[in-house]
């Protein structure tokens, strides 16, 4: 019994030992691992494509609404008063200001 397991680990020793199979192994670590597009390289990659897709979304949605509160500003002057009320504490001569936080 033990002849036939070390004939079968001498066997597969031989098949790994052939120069072929050395260099076929050696070129897929060197692929996986360290080229310049290698496996991890493109998983960084990939992570990084997703954070900034992520961000692009946001900065959309920012820019969308920002278009929306100047529109809004710029088309009454009742509303752009409010505005510099509320976000400079802008006032007039005559008034006191009370800030409420709810």
């Not at 020793?13 to 120069?19: E, L, Q």
């Not at 529109?71 to 504490?89: G, I």
Request: glycine residues 2%.
């Amino acid at each position: 019994m033990f002849n036939g397991r070390s004939s079968k680990f001498r066997e597969i020793i031989r098949k790994f030992t052939n120069k072929y199979t050395l260099v076929g192994l050696l070129f897929l670590v060197w692929i996986s691992f360290f080229d310049k597009n290698s496996f991890v390289e493109k998983a960084q990659l990939r992570n990084k494509i997703s954070t900034l897709s992520k961000e692009k979304t946001y900065y959309q949605q920012k820019i969308e609404e920002d278009n929306r509160k100047m529109k809004e500003l710029l088309s009454n002057r009742d509303n752009l008063e409010k505005f510099a009320r509320e976000q400079y504490l802008m006032k007039k001569k005559d008034e006191d200001i009370f800030i409420i936080v709810e």
